[in-house]
């Protein structure tokens, strides 16, 4: 199976901070990687699809970027309404994986 | 607009079986993959099983190989995960998913059931 790791656990930062959250994949995936935001007692919200592809509706202050195994999720410009933890999830391949999550927190 | 509802979550005890549901509306839900991932209290979230828009191909988590069966009403659509010998360690909020194509990316979500697997 392949392992999802992301990094850090836990991130504080301020509005207006540009923020970077990075996702390795144990073993390369190509593009095929998503992210996901999830507020507290709210489903996975879709970002990002196939490493790079803003996901519609999604504010344009939301990026991702890489391939192979190392892939980053960056906000521009942190919002009030960004405060939440985000997920990366590879589908190359079955089983699909998830990070374990990065819980963004309000410095 | 997609809508996804589950239903069917509850208490259980350890060893039994529950069945849950997914009501599909919104989509041509013959015509797309379908996912289950759940989430433990407090902790992330574990993709659980996937099949495929005619019911031909179905894979699954290791977690669950063996003991959980997704399958698919298309004339209903409608979702089920039947989940049997049932553990502690299955607690978790369950949600469906589409899926963008045929093994992609999971564009919507339904709202989650809770599944507590206690004595």
């Known amino acids: 199976d392949i392992q999802m790791t992301q990094s850090p656990s836990t991130l504080s930062a301020s509005v207006g901070d540009r923020v970077t959250i990075t996702c390795r994949a144990s073993?390369?995936?190509?593009?095929?990687l998503a992210w996901y935001q999830q507020k507290p007692g709210k489903a996975p919200n879709l970002l990002i699809h196939k490493a790079s592809g803003l996901e519609s509706g999604v504010p344009s202050r939301f990026s991702g970027s890489g391939s192979g195994t190392e892939f980053t999720l960056t906000i521009s410009s942190l919002q009030p309404d960004d405060f939440a933890t985000y997920y990366c999830?590879?589908?190359?391949?079955?089983?699909?994986?998830f990070g374990q999550g990065t819980k963004l927190e309000i410095k | 607009q997609v809508q996804l509802v589950e239903s069917g979550g509850g208490v259980v005890q350890p060893g039994r079986s529950l069945r849950l549901s997914c009501a599909a509306s919104g989509f041509t839900f013959s015509s797309y993959g379908m996912h289950w991932v759940r989430q433990a209290p407090g902790k992330g979230l574990e993709w659980v099983a996937f099949?495929?828009?005619?019911?031909?191909?179905?894979y699954y988590a290791d977690s669950v190989k063996g003991r959980f069966t997704i399958s698919r009403d298309n004339s209903k659509n409608t979702l089920y995960l039947q989940m049997s010998s049932l553990r502690a360690e299955d607690t978790a909020v369950y949600y469906c998913?589409?899926?963008?194509?045929?093994?992609?990316?999971?564009?919507?979500w339904g709202q989650g059931t809770l599944v507590t697997v206690s004595p």
């Open positions: 099949i495929r828009y005619d019911g031909t191909n179905k």
């Open positions: 999830q590879q589908y190359n391949s079955y089983p699909y994986t």
């Open positions: 998913a589409k899926d963008f194509s045929g093994g992609s990316w999971l564009d919507y």
């Open positions: 073993q390369s995936i190509s593009s095929w």
